[in-house]
């Protein structure tokens, strides 16, 4: 039974390789990066956010991107975005071949002091020429907004200062703006909530994607609202890879294989294979030692032994 | 903000001291069940299904019954169901003072078969005067419904199939019934079509409760789109206590925490503190020697610690 409230299609934004691993204390030798995304593309994921352009000193598991990027040059048709905090790192993107940049960006205060040593604006004003830049190369820029939800020194985030912050990205050029819950403890309430107030600050829910963490189970509840109004961009994260601040050894990103399963059952095309994606996450999780925390990737394990 | 289209106030039918504890190898000792019932009535908890009357060879974790049960006499105004599968059943149950029991069907032959050892319409049979006498004592039944939306030797259950068996149900005098998905695999479509199918075969939402395993991490999407098909009724477990036969290290049923966290969210009436609920499922983790799988409460526990 198809629903005429929901998309008939929705495009995965795959980020397993950057923000998955981004949080991992085991280093990943470039090697079985290269393969992971390698093997996400083959699943049939057509957008998967590489690396990150980030100086080595704060991220030391993407520290190798420039060595990694390279790699990739053989996956035609896919898109690799890659995060860029700054100009140099934007530099570093470009000089390396990357055809898509994103920018990290917080909808409160608190967050963009701890994250990014500096105000809101004192961020904008960082990635105004950055966003230039990349427009001037033909590189889309995609915005990522933290914390649209909730702060964990602030609490509940105002719709109003998120729609601000919004705004203000897509005035800089940002091409599409991912709303990230990023201490997963948004209900489906705040996202029709957000989702309406966006629509009535005219931006379409077609620039936008959700990013929601899945730390109080509530991700995929979360998603299923999104797609009703609209929003067929979802974030997500194979095998569930990703930390979270306040829960380290439970889960972060929402696992790409619990949303494919969800979508599958709706009949919503993303043109993913789900065994064979179930299959890369498990073969990532021996690298890392630890069972991967989708419920998905799980029940389809055991199912198999 | 409220939306119109999801109820003011839920019932949370708790199953962890029953579907919960049934397939946990660990023995837990009858004092310590009797603790768990009171912590979650303290909670706020006002239906708990207690316990279960069958013969102690099929389920030895729930043998004590009639040992637990009047230790429970104290939880004034708290309604503690217990599951009987026979008329032996609910003369041991009646006995000892129970004032509401439960009956296990099947929507399925399949698994008719494998847990009953009877087809749907000898089990109908069986039911037939436990039903009848139970109502002449004055006790309400509930009836199970397990695999409305799928189930492991015939994959998809056609809607058709389970609002008859339904429909025999409520005709035998059940005055709830309890649509299980037993092996986790629903989806939010499945639940529209099925509660719609019901509706049109003129059986109310207020007489259904959904029965949801989280096992490929649905069970919030699916409750909520119940939510929004008028049930108000929704089992749980607390700290998401109980297996399944296809993911015995992965979860079983929703997670009452999970679930409080987004009806709370969601500004839905429940009667119950997270807080009291989350300690208490941590304390049974202790007893269990395992942690909780509930998403909620391994993000509250790593918050506080």
């Not at 960082?126 to 702060?151: H, K, N, Q, W």
């Amino acid at each position: 039974m198809t629903d005429p409230t929901l998309p008939a299609r929705v495009r995965i934004h795959e980020v397993g390789p950057r923000d998955g691993l981004q949080n991992e204390k085991t280093v990943v030798p470039v090697a079985v990066k290269s393969e992971f995304i390698h093997r996400l593309a083959a699943a049939g994921l057509t957008t998967i956010e590489a690396t990150s352009f980030v100086h080595p000193r704060w991220v030391p598991q993407l520290a190798d991107a420039e060595e990694l990027f390279p790699l990739l040059r053989d996956l035609n048709g896919v898109r690799l975005p890659v995060l860029v905090p700054n100009e140099r790192g934007l530099d570093r993107a470009l000089a390396h071949g990357a055809r898509e940049v994103a920018v990290f960006a917080s909808a409160t205060e608190s967050f963009s002091h701890a994250n990014l040593n500096r105000s809101i604006d004192e961020s904008l004003v960082m990635f105004t020429p950055v966003v230039a830049r990349a427009i001037d190369a033909e590189v889309p820029v995609r915005g990522y907004l933290s914390m649209c939800f909730g702060d964990p020194w602030e609490g509940a985030v105002p719709v109003a200062q998120v729609v601000r912050v919004a705004r203000r990205l897509f005035d800089l050029g940002c091409a599409e703006l991912s709303l990230g819950d990023t201490i997963g403890v948004a209900t489906p309430g705040q996202v029709t909530e957000l989702l309406t107030a966006l629509n009535e600050a005219d931006i379409p829910a077609d620039r936008l994607a959700v990013h929601f963490h899945d730390t109080y189970g509530q991700a995929l509840a979360n998603t299923l609202t999104a797609l009703r109004h609209g929003v067929t961009t979802v974030d997500a994260s194979a095998g569930g890879l990703g930390g979270c601040p306040f829960a380290r050894t439970a889960t972060g990103n929402l696992a790409t294989e619990d949303l494919l399963w969800m979508l599958r059952g709706l009949g919503i095309e993303t043109g993913v294979d789900l065994d064979r994606l179930t299959d890369t996450s498990l073969w990532l999780a021996g690298h890392l030692g630890r069972p991967s925390p989708s419920r998905t990737v799980r029940a389809l394990s055991h199912k198999e032994s």
